[in-house]
């Protein structure tokens, strides 16, 4: 069956902190791997990982993909109260009438404090 | 602005009670998909429409209908709505090839009482 287990489950940081959350999979055939960012109400996309080893950067936060140990981290430095949210990986599987159906980890909640 | 929306944005039911979740999107995509969210379980999916007119179930259908009424819209039915039900909504849709990954909608609280 597969799956996409995250860790660790939640988190508790001071502003400044550097934080690596985790990420790895069990997917057939796998495809690509997306990061969402989850505040209060839907959840908004930050990275979409397909090729290993090619690391996505957008400000303050990273993400990297090894497809060879099947795992992504996100990496988030000098952390600030706004980041402070659930943070979402998922894995598209690549198989025949799936149609790039999203298999989702239960999330690494993140709280930064002041 | 151009995206998914949902209503309603909360409901309170009763045990038994039916009602429809809607949802739209105007982004022209093809794919669109609704998934459930309770605290610990993450996002799990409940049904998934690949192309206007075609509907598949998804990991947790059961107590479920849906409808994808053209290719705007994709609706979520409960006939008889069970506590077991109470969570929060999302509607979601995926541009082609999903190059720019899934655009959810901002979710419908449900509560069956």
């Known amino acids: 069956e597969d799956k996409v287990v995250q860790s660790p489950l939640s988190l508790v940081v001071h502003e400044g902190d550097t934080v690596t959350l985790n990420c790895s999979y069990e997917?057939?055939?796998?495809?690509?791997l997306l990061w969402y960012k989850q505040e209060k109400k839907a959840p908004t996309f930050l990275f979409m990982l397909?090729?290993?080893?090619i690391e996505k950067k957008s400000g303050r936060l990273s993400s990297i993909l090894d497809k060879k140990e099947l795992f992504s981290i996100l990496n988030i430095t000098a952390t600030q109260t706004g980041d402070s949210a659930i943070y979402l990986c998922a894995v598209v599987p690549l198989y025949g009438g799936s149609q790039g159906n999203l298999i989702f980890g239960k999330g690494t909640k993140l709280s930064v404090k002041p | 602005n151009a995206g998914v929306t949902q209503t309603p944005k909360f409901q309170v039911l009763k045990t038994g009670q039916s009602m429809t979740l809607q949802c739209a999107q105007d982004m022209n995509h093809n794919s669109m998909y609704w998934y459930r969210q309770d605290p610990g379980m993450g996002l799990r999916l409940i049904y998934y429409?690949?192309?206007?007119?075609?509907?598949d179930k998804g990991e947790v259908p059961n107590g479920y209908n849906v409808s994808r009424l053209n290719k705007r819209e994709f609706s979520l039915r409960l006939e008889s709505a069970a506590p077991s039900q109470t969570s929060v909504y999302f509607c979601a849709s995926r541009p082609p090839q999903g190059r720019y990954g899934y655009t959810f909608g901002s979710g419908t609280r449900l509560t069956v009482v």
């Open positions: 429409s690949a192309s206007e007119g075609t509907t």
């Open positions: 997917v057939t055939n796998f495809r690509s």
């Open positions: 397909t090729s290993s080893g």
